[in-house]
């Protein structure tokens, strides 16, 4: 079954989507997808960041290769600005990043 394709609004566009393993963010990704992007996800659970890549890339053929994930813990203030850099390192490694989404509940909306 083919990919349905509505919009390219996003086409080439580069996007990270921090809590993109499930719910509000895992639908982003799938948007964003749609509408041409190449998408990485992050979420604090390295085993929810492989599901979810998995379940795009199935659910979206064509793009396998547009689908990333890494996982970041921003819940430990301890290390928070090394892991936010260590994911921005990962995220630009194909290119700049054009957009930043953050839908995770960590803690880190409440810091």
């Not at 083919?2 to 948007?31: H, M, T």
């Not at 795009?56 to 892991?83: F, I, M, W």
């Not at 990962?90 to 995770?104: F, N, P, Q, V, W």
């Amino acid at each position: 079954m083919p990919d349905q394709v509505k919009f390219n609004k996003l086409q080439g566009k580069r996007i990270l989507i921090i809590g993109g393993s499930s719910g509000i963010g895992f639908a982003v990704a799938e948007a964003s997808l749609e509408a041409g992007a190449t998408v990485t996800i992050s979420s604090s659970n390295p085993t929810r960041v492989d599901k979810a890549v998995s379940n795009l890339q199935s659910g979206y053929p064509s793009a396998k290769d547009r689908v990333t994930g890494h996982a970041c813990n921003l819940g430990d203030e301890a290390s928070l600005d090394s892991n936010i850099e260590t994911l921005l390192e990962e995220s630009t490694k194909a290119g700049k990043l054009d957009h930043i989404i953050y839908t995770a509940g960590d803690s880190l909306a409440s810091m």
